[in-house]
């Protein structure tokens, strides 16, 4: 019973003459997860925003570190289940689907 409890993503393009930094932030909470995205594309302010999704939306939900686990079972296993797909949420931090 793996559970993720917060995940910090950061996305740096190096762009002249204005760099671009994109963060993604997920902590999990007793109702469920609250994403905020933040953007800042050179000296200008960083621009945030953030939503929740409830648990039951989430339930079974995959995120990076727990599918970099499961490849790595799997591998070891040597065997993958037929239509293995999981919730995930994407860069853009919405829900989404994994196939395997």
Do not use: W
């Not at 790595?72 to 853009?92: C, G, H, K, Y």
């Amino acid at each position: 019973q793996l559970e993720t409890l917060e995940q910090e993503e950061q996305e740096c393009l190096e762009l002249r003459p204005h760099p671009t930094v994109k963060t993604t932030h997920i902590v999990s909470h007793e109702h469920g997860m609250t994403v905020t995205r933040t953007l800042q594309e050179g000296e200008a302010e960083p621009q945030s925003l953030g939503f929740s999704y409830s648990r039951a939306k989430l339930r079974g939900l995959l995120l990076e570190g727990a599918s970099l686990l499961l490849l790595r079972l799997l591998a070891r296993r040597q065997t993958m289940p037929p239509d293995l797909v999981f919730p995930a949420i994407n860069s853009e931090g919405d829900l989404c689907t994994s196939s395997y």
